[in-house]
């Protein structure tokens, strides 16, 4: 019998072993703190109903987009790999097939993230023994289907062996909310919070913005008509949200950061048109930059933290997206600028100390260059985390390594996990805090900063600033 | 009693031990050479009266931007830091309780250079043997203030200490230079020399220029009403600077790197449109870029050497700006394109061997892709040092990282410390030291150049280079 | 006697000793695979002919423009490291004094590549002993004068000794293939392919459009006065570049990535305007976009590999263009936009999982930004290697980092020297080999690959992938 695969408890830290020692003891001082997971995209449904994750295929490789496109860039067709086909035509549906056609070219994955991700949720959360190959694929997929038949393997359970203390998933306004109300009331004592994602009533050029206008009228009774009747809408879904769902932030995904602070009039006139129709790229650019305005106007009202999400083309190939929909791995980061596109809002509300506006950025090249010399001045900007693309051991530490001498550890907000693959939950917070520990190690190592000093950022990074900033 | 707190003697060197070891013998070879600082914005009348500074928060923390704009980014009013407001309206002016609301917050510089240059400020130069903290707040406070009292606390015997060797002011060209002709004619050994800035008559948007420009033509007798009489006006002041300030080089900080190369009658066109406030943002951009072309056609006469700072975006908060003036912490940098930009400039004069241009950036994302190469091919270009938001630890090593192997070592000029705070020069330098030593050091344990040749390259980073391509 | 100069055997493993363990197990593994170049710029007539280089200065400095630029960039005249002159003027006849005005200045190379490749020339396949300087340079061009007539240092010689398994050059449509004809029935078993590239035959800005394109017709029997004659000699001269120069990929060197994929009538009509002078700078972009996509039409048929060098500003200096020519060292990187530009092509060809098209860039803001993740998606892209100013030890680092993460390391096509210096390209193989195993070794050793696979990816990144690319 052969040992058991492992992962190594180093992992992530420095090399250099006087490094290691002191990243050991900072990452050791944070590792069991609580997950405060304030925005991602979990089903609130797993929660509310409890019921088992069927199979490793759904639950590890259909969903998950960082996966299957890469196989894809290697030629695998997605129908392989179980993706459903919008019109309902013949993907793969055995499971087991599909693991294995993953298993076969796991090698893909050395050197991303994923490959680390998929690692802790084998080996830390499901136990398993060995290491995934073509060789082990089936005795794996036999032991996690078994897991995934135990209780304490149900969404309850792990939420609670993952120490959550609050998970946030993020719903548009025209969501009633039913899964959040059903946990509120279902006598389960874990914390799931929705977030306010209203790009789908704010961007015109939303594939589903015709169509939710009106609706957003209908549940809310106001007259969509108007301008005033469309933000007292919105106005009247955040309170919905803070009530039924416990929602304390807001996060806006726009193709840009640009902002807009017209004259009422004007932007009445500019939804009079983008709301019936009539407005061009030009308008829908405007708009969604007037909305980002309103919503931080909103937001000093209301006390919701505003997360800005910008610069990520979404859906951009036809191939894909005409067979399978949005968000199949087609998406990609842009160039984005910071500095004259918030210029409207920061003039409007920079200032205030009681808004928190969190920001985020695809385009590295901002990180030293625009957000943290923004963030470092502004009270009411903060920095959102690496994101997406950029969510990974190198992408974190160019995140501290651009973003800290300028805009200190402060103006920055914990970890976003932002996935909707529930089991890489713990690894990736687990990958944060052994990256920012890293990077702690060293700017003490280089004497830069104080071993008391660091202890207190490294709790401050893993816990203690995401509540703050967050609300939570 | 306790040990007093030491700044690490090994501090910013490489955390490798075998690395380190190489460094830190680099860094002795050069770590007392005399600072020669060609390029920065203390305030010569010190050097002029050689009063004593005269408390603790006007010496650290009023004048420093650095400090007072992370303190403000996270909800300390500029007034309780006692930032003097236009309007002669309150701010806090009981220095001690500016002290203490910065000890208070002194945390949220960790990791920032800012940490580390107080840090050398007040246990290298004050000797405080406590580190800085809401309850040590008192106690350094008076430790400093009667350090000021004492004569080897005033400036000219701070200068000496620092062994400084050389140190250049920043004057715009209406400057009458008083300040210098004193210390010229005090005795003093000091050198003390001035740069000819000449942003407020040149650049059309400039605040002053309307006010300045036709003080020019009074103060040099020259007709500013014509382009020949307006060119003739700034070659008379630069003279003025040369003979009476010592001066050796000139300062352009512009939004952008844009040049021109007119004919001169369509130069004298658009100097009769912007001088007389009928230009357009697009004129005033083609004046700025002509005026590069015309100040390196007259340093080819004059022999001043050139820097160019575009990029920065300043003052841009108009909250802040109208109730504190200009540069309080709210300048950022914007993306900046050197290739295109410089092209008229480079066309016209770039191949001169007798001219020096130094280009700085704050767009790292240039560093290898446009300044390197255009500066390891024309004989007039050589690169300036991390700058603003990129002198720091971080920035100076992705600096070198980032344009060595194309740009090399020589052309490169060696550090400046660009401050206002001039308690900070000695740290600043040798953390600039401190850096490029440990760059090469690890340059010289990956076998890329061997340790004679990096013992030369350091001493050139440190001292020649920055005397030759100033010409000091 | 002193002791000989040798190249350190670890040079450029990593500078911890447990990770420089593992750097050089791996390297050690992959160090003696055969080299495979699959993009350069050698000149194929040396090895048709097989005569002996000529003199020190002829191999290593005159035609090396990394060299002669950094030596322009300090005030040396290219006319004295013997660049000749386009109009016959004088430069510098005598190699030794070219030779001796390079030694002399050989430190300005310190920390650059050029300094590594050329050590690697002299110490390992030259076999001197002494290092370079003012002192030893008459030696050394005597050792390796010496050399340069014995029969083992001739290119066919060197080219075995080097164990190229293959050598692609580059052409253009016109070329006769002279010299690949000659090697081949030369009874020489050495491998040395073409590659495809028609810039001036696709580009209406190229300085030869308008005199080659009609020799295109010329040469093919195709009407090129027409579109669809244009394409059949394109296709044509495609054919007998594979026929008769073993070409397996072509490659297309633009200002920009731009691409379009227009109606064919409207491609026609572009056509008759750009091949008759009658384009302007906007049709020439788009021209040469849509030859892009026409480019990727063809290779779908024939199976040539298209490669895409996009971004770099070449000839930029008319002081040194107009008297010494073409790619004297003034060619730089630009910003480069990937996402918007190549959608027209990917849209069309991107899903095609029989095509292959290599991405370079110059701009290395795009790896993380778009790069990555568009070869992370379409299954007809793959990732070139770090690019010209970018090969180099920090610029393929800094290329591992920021790609991997997202495209993963099966997305990108092993190392090509894309090098007119043929003593160099071992050198370079090498000092990709090692970097490499380098970054792989950070991986091992932080835990987030295993050393099994860190060996096949090894492998891989060295020989297996740029075999497979390439099609090799």
């Not at 301008?227 to 929602?247: K, M, S």
């Not at 199949?328 to 500095?339: A, F, I, L, Q």
């Not at 973003?403 to 976003?416: A, I």
């Not at 052994?434 to 000093?453: G, T």
């Amino acid at each position: 019998m052969t040992t058991p695969y492992r992962l190594h408890e180093d992992r992530l830290l420095p090399t250099d072993p006087g490094v290691r020692a002191i990243a050991r003891e900072l990452y050791h001082s944070v590792r069991d703190l609580p997950i405060v997971s304030p925005h991602g995209h979990t089903d609130p449904s797993w929660f509310a109903t409890n019921e088992p994750f069927s199979d490793p295929a759904s639950l590890f490789i259909i969903p998950d987009h960082y996966i299957f496109r890469m196989l894809y860039s290697q030629g695998v067709p997605l129908e392989e790999l179980g993706v459903p086909r919008i019109d309902g035509g013949w993907t793969q549906s055995d499971p087991r097939k599909i693991w294995r056609r993953f298993a076969k070219n796991f090698h893909l994955l050395r050197g991303t993230p994923s490959w680390m991700w998929l690692g802790h949720a084998l080996h830390e959360i499901m136990g398993i023994p060995q290491k995934l190959s073509v060789a082990t694929a089936d005795v794996i997929y036999d032991q996690i289907d078994a897991k995934l038949k135990q209780d304490d393997f149900r969404p309850r359970a792990l939420f609670e062996r993952f120490r959550i203390e609050v998970l946030a998933t993020t719903e548009d306004p025209l969501d009633d909310l039913r899964h959040h109300r059903a946990i509120k009331t279902s006598g389960w004592g874990g914390r799931v919070l929705t977030a306010f994602r209203p790009d789908n009533v704010t961007d015109p050029e939303h594939p589903r913005f015709a169509r939710d206008l009106p609706e957003l009228g209908r549940i809310t009774g106001e007259d969509v008509g108007t301008w005033d009747g469309y933000l007292a809408a919105l106005r009247a879904r955040r309170r919905y949200f803070i009530e039924h769902g416990g929602c304390t932030s807001t996060d806006h995904g726009h193709p840009t950061a640009h902002t807009e602070n017209l004259p009422q009039e004007e932007a009445a006139a500019l939804y009079a048109r983008v709301s019936t129709g009539q407005g061009d790229a030009h308008d829908a650019e405007r708009f969604r930059g007037q909305m980002l305005t309103e919503m931080a106007r909103m937001s000093v009202d209301d006390g919701l933290v505003m997360q800005i999400h910008p610069g990520a083309l979404r859906s951009q190939n036809p191939a894909v997206t005409g067979i399978f929909g949005e968000a199949k791995g087609d998406d990609w980061p842009s160039r984005t600028e910071y500095v004259k596109s918030l210029k409207p809002l920061l003039n409007a509300f920079g200032n205030n100390r009681d808004l928190t506006i969190i920001l985020f950025t695809l385009d590295e090249s901002t990180y030293a260059r625009e957000i943290a010399p923004l963030a470092g001045h502004y009270p009411a900007l903060r920095i959102g985390p690496a994101w997406w693309f950029h969510d990974s051991p190198e992408g974190m530490r160019r995140f501290r390594e651009q973003v800290t001498e300028t805009g200190g550890f402060y103006n920055t907000v914990g970890f976003n996990d932002d996935t909707r693959a529930f089991l890489s939950i713990p690894s990736r917070h687990d990958m944060s805090r052994r990256v920012d520990c890293s990077f702690l190690a060293r700017l003490v190592a280089e004497h830069r900063i104080d071993m008391d000093e660091a202890q207190a950022v490294a709790a401050d990074l893993a816990y203690n600033l995401v509540r703050s900033a967050y609300r939570l």
